[in-house]
Every structure is written in C-alpha cells, then in structure tokens.
C-alpha cells in the first residue's frame, strides 16, 4: 500500500475501525468479506478467509499479515501516515479540499463556507443542509412579484422565461444551497422543459414542478418519483394530462409516451445491469433489454384517466378571447377521472395490475414495481454522481451509492440522503487521486459557470426582479445551455455521450457535456465572459416585472446586477496574491503552477498600484477571472 505522508497537522488520529474500512475500500482484491473485528491487545485486526489476509492496528501502527506478505508480518506504516487518506471522507485539510467538495455539493464555494466546511468536517455540514427549510418558493415569489396579474402584458400565456427570474434569485442567494443544487440536478433528470410545455401559466408550473422537486429532494425517490408522475408539468410535457382509456370504435389507444419515459429515463432505462451499473449480457455477449413494445403498451393503461385540474375561477384571456384558469390550479396534482381510466389488466416488467383495478391503486403498483427494479439504484445514482462529481465514474463507486440506494443502513431503500451522502463522501469524490486522473471530473456545464461567478462574488438585483435570464437574449446562444429550456426529454446531453473522435473515445469514456460543445458556443462564452465580468449583464427594466422591449425604461443597463470585488479589489495590486486566491473560489486551488504564473507574467507587465483607482483594481480583478474561467483547469472539474 502507498502512503502518502501530510504535511498539514491533522485535527485527530483516524481509529481503528476507520483504517479497516478504508483499506476494505481500497483494496478489495485483498480484504474482502471480513469477519468481526478482533481485540486481542494490542491488536485490532480483522480476518479475511478468502484471502488468508490479516490487516490490523496496534499501538499507533499498522499491519499486515498472509498472502500480501508472503506470510510475514509486515508492518506497513505508522496509523498517522495515513490520516489524510483514512479521513478524506470526513475532513477536509486544506481550504482547497474543502472548496473542491463544496463546488460538488453547491453552484459556489465562498470564505464562510470555506470555514464552515472545515469547521464542521463534511458529514456535519451535510446534516446542517439537511436541516435547512427551503424557503420562500419559487411560485410565491411569482405570486408576490405579480406575474400572475391579468393585465396587457399577457404574462399568463407567454413564453417567456419568467420562472427563469425565480429559480435564479434563488440559485444565486438561498442558504440552503445543497438543496438548490439537487434541485438542478433533478431537472436534468426528470426532465420537464419550458421549450414545449403547453399550458396556460407555464412559469407558474414550472415553479411547482421546481418547488416539489425541492420539497423532495432529501425525502424518498418513491414519493419524488409520484409527485414528478402526478404533476401539472409534467403531465403536460409527456402527455399524461389527457391520456384516456383505449376506445375499439373510435381506434384510440391510451397514450404512451409517459409510459415509455418513465421507464427509459427516469427509473431502469434500456438495458439490465449489474448493481455496479456495468450490463448484463445474455450468453450470446448481447446487453438484455430491460422492456419491450407490450410492456409500454401495457403500462401505458396505469396512466389514463388523469388531466390538468382545472377547477376553480376562469378568466377571458386578452389573446384570442379565450376562456382560461386562474394560475393557482398549477399548484395542484392532475385530478383522476374514473371514467377514462382503462380498467384493462396491464402485465408489464413481470408485474401484473389486476383488470378493474381502480386507477390510485393502479399507480401505486406501477410506481412501486418500477421504485423496486433492481436497475433504479445505479441507473438513478451513476446519473447523480455525473451531475456532481464526475462523468464516468468506476463501476466500484456507482455499486457503492446504489447499495446506498437499496439501504439506507437502517433497511430503507430510496433515501436521497442516503444517496446524496454516498455521491459526495465517497472516496473517488474525496480522494485528491482524481486530481492527478486524466478520466476523473467533469466539463462544468455553461450554466453553472455563470451561477457560480454571480453567487461566488454576491450578485444581487438591487430592484428584485433578476432579470439574468434576460441578459443579451437568450443563453443557449451565448453558451450552449439555457437551464429549464432543454432541447428535449433527453436533457442538453446524454448521460452516455461519448465525443467522437477524441481519446476519451478510445476507451469509450463518458463525458455528457460536451455534447453541446461546438466552436460556435466556445467563442460565446469567451464574448460574454468579456462583456459581464468587470460590470455585471445588461439588464432591461430592472424595476418592472415585464420583458416589454417597445416600452422604454431609464433604469435599463448595468446596474442592477453587479458582481462585489471588494475582497479581491483589497489585494489587487499583488498579483500573485490575487490569482491564488481567485483559483481557490473558482476551481478549487486546482489551476496548475505553470498556468497561475503566467496570469501573474500577464499582470505583471501592468502593475497597479496599492491605491489605484476603485475602477481599475476591478479591471484586475475581470481580467483574472476571465484567464481562468476559459483555462481548461477551470472547465474541467474535479
């Protein structure tokens, strides 16, 4: 076994049990399947059959005993030697450690959360987000902010991105900031987009579908999994909403296309697989399709009967005088109409809904048949670990947070914060081995780059509408990605994209963001990385709620949201002081040697001075940022 010596002081000795586990981990290949842990003084030591291996702990050290040594004790280092790789799930030891785990875990990594995380150690600060309310929701705020007036402005029928506004404020100032980052990491999943969303109040749904979304995303996968079936959104999106028992007369069919989802892409997808998300093959070396045609057709059945529900007060709309809800049916589930329910059996994944089955009933046996597939666990968790931490992850590590999934440790399956704690605790996400991988980490999606710049450095609306998603038009032109807005069901890109003819392609390796990575949305990103860091976005009509292009506004421009460089303006005259501690907030200390040095050259030959002008230390500052933001150590996160 390496061990990798610290030059850092650690906050405590890691146990015996924590070394053992560790080296289990590790190296499996040598100490699988323990027996209980034997005190036998002074050793603590466990017994592995399969291998006729010993490991064990006495007075400080560590041992080995059997085959690994040939059959001689060997004693492999001090219990101290291994401090920081025993405890890089739990510690962080360095303000880079503890940045680099809080950009898995959030859009941004700040000085208070810096301090916080390696206060608390990572499990502590976990459980204190765990424990976060989530706040006002997305749809009060709307509500609040009048989007949901009935006025000229026909904000009730637009297409325009108003939840957008929402979701920003929040992404960019709410405390419990685990949860916004796996609310956006659910809607990459369970994927609703406004791009084709047809219904009355659009943002108003979303913000519903968003605020569930983060209502359960530190509950169970089978009540989220429930609540994205039965909401408005989502009913809307994939067709449920209308779906009506089959009718021989008239040749209509119930339709399928939630029922084929909701199998691909939200719970067992195409093919079987092995609890480490590695296929199944039948003997022929082929993968084993999970379903087929008659199972879609089938299942298709459970989920007739269902529509928007639109009961409550209508309204003459001013675009076609039409008859329309008022936006609060948005914040209720599809009701259930007996009538065009299909009251046929449906026999679909070895699972049979008994003809004449009423239909909540019907739904509860699909939903827990597709809940208790062996495939959700790493189908749902290899998906997780790729939004936040890495693009292809070992088969080891997806195995480990898929029997998370099966069991939260105490015979619950499904427990988000079970799986959650598995995504960032692990060791591939902890260990500082990925930073020397060249497979390791993840392309930081457009989206999140620009949320990680406004939340890093404060961005506020100072009139409190926050018009970013206004900002120059539309995102997925200056970038490639305009979060909530995806192109399809399929989300901006696959989870098994490959880039073609590039070496991750050689060895067939995972990398889903570069999907949307062209030469077009490279050179966007530099421009409007150019226009925003020094002054913030352009923002029309800060102090209305409307998007009215032909109704002018004085205030319109850049000030409203503006980035706060006050700490980094105070140390812009040392360049070297500046580009450290830039490269800590935005890619975790993980910007090389060479690259940091050759901002500083740059810097260099303009030195400021220590009393410059307030406008030219944030020059610097704009210009650092924007030498890191499109290094590659930035855009590939690990």
């Known amino acids: 076994m390496n061990v990798a010596s610290s030059k850092k002081a650690s906050p405590r000795l890691p146990t015996a049990t924590e070394l053992l586990d560790w080296a289990e981990r590790q190296y499996p290949q040598f100490f699988p399947d323990h027996r209980p842990d034997v005190f036998e003084s002074p050793y603590v030591y466990r017994h592995y059959p399969a291998t006729g291996n010993y490991v064990g702990v006495a007075e400080g050290h560590v041992y080995v005993l059997g085959t690994i040594s040939a059959g001689q004790l060997l004693h492999v280092g001090a219990l101290a030697d291994f401090t920081q790789l025993v405890l890089a799930t739990k510690i962080a030891f360095s303000d880079e450690q503890a940045a680099r785990f809080l950009l898995h875990a959030q859009v941004a990594a700040s000085d208070e959360d810096i301090a916080s995380v390696r206060s608390l150690g990572y499990e502590a600060w976990l459980e204190s987000q765990f424990a976060l309310a989530s706040g006002e929701t997305a749809w009060d705020w709307l509500e609040q902010r009048g989007y949901g007036t009935v006025d000229r402005h026909e904000l009730y029928d637009s297409g325009a991105s108003f939840f957008d506004l929402a979701a920003y404020r929040q992404l960019l100032t709410a405390p419990d900031t685990l949860r916004k980052r796996i609310q956006l990491a659910l809607t990459e999943y369970f994927v609703v987009s406004l791009v084709s969303t047809p219904l009355p109040w659009p943002h108003f749904a979303y913000a519903t579908y968003w605020d569930d979304l983060g209502s359960q995303a530190f509950g169970n996968f089978r009540d989220l999994l429930e609540r994205v079936t039965l909401s408005a959104a989502m009913g809307a999106y994939l067709n449920t909403a209308g779906n009506q028992k089959e009718n021989s007369a008239s040749g209509r069919v119930p339709d399928e296309n939630y029922a084929r989802e909701v199998m691909q892409l939200f719970t067992i997808g195409l093919y ?367």
């Not at 379903?291 to 007739?304: C, E, I, K, P």
């Not at 995504?423 to 990925?434: C, K, M, N, P």
């Not at 706060?564 to 993980?590: N, T, W």
């Open 272 to 638: 079987e697989l092995q609890s480490n998300g590695s296929l199944r093959r039948d003997a022929q070396g082929k993968p084993i399709e999970t379903y087929g045609t008659d199972d879609v057709t089938q299942l298709a059945r459970v989920f007739t009967g269902y529509d928007l529900d639109f009961s409550g007060p209508k309204f003459q709309s001013l675009v076609g005088n039409r008859s329309m809800p008022t936006h609060p049916y948005t914040r209720r589930s599809m009701r259930f109409d007996a009538t065009r329910h299909s009251t046929l059996e449906a026999r679909f994944l070895s699972t049979t809904v008994p003809a004449a089955t009423a239909g909540p009933q019907a739904l509860k046996i699909a939903l827990d048949a597709l809940f208790n597939h062996s495939n959700v666990g790493p189908f749902f968790g290899r998906q997780l670990i790729q939004r936040l931490v890495t693009s292809d992850p070992s088969p080891a590590y997806v195995g480990r947070v898929a029997a998370a999934f099966a069991n939260n440790g105490r015979g619950v399956r499904g427990d988000m914060r079970a799986v959650i704690r598995a995504v960032l605790l692990d060791d591939e996400a902890r260990s500082d081995t990925g930073l020397r991988s060249t497979t390791f980490g993840k392309l930081r999606e457009p989206a999140l780059r620009f949320l990680q710049w406004g939340r890093t450095f404060r961005m506020v609306s100072r009139a409190g509408s926050w018009k970013w998603g206004f900002a120059y038009g539309d995102p997925a032109f200056f970038h490639g990605q305009r979060l909530f807005w995806s192109p399809s069901v399929f989300n901006f890109f696959r989870p098994g994209y490959v880039p073609p003819g590039t070496a991750l392609a050689a060895n067939g390796t995972t990398a889903p963001e570069f999907q949307i990575v062209n030469e077009s949305s490279v050179a966007q990103y530099v421009n409007m990385l150019e226009i925003m860091l020094l002054q913030g976005p352009w923002i029309f009509a800060p102090e209305r709620r409307d998007n009215d292009q032909d109704e002018p506004s004085a205030q319109s421009g850049i000030g409203d949201m503006v980035p706060d460089y006050s700490r980094e303006a105070a140390i812009a005259y040392d360049a070297k002081a500046l580009v450290d501690r830039l490269a800590l907030l935005m890619c975790a200390g993980q910007s090389s040697v060479a690259t940091r040095q050759r901002i500083v050259t740059a810097l260099q030959a303009r030195q400021i001075a220590a009393d410059a002008p307030p406008f030219d230390k944030q020059v610097r500052v704009a210009q650092v940022l924007l030498l890191l933001m499109v290094s590659p150590e930035y855009l590939v996160q690990k």
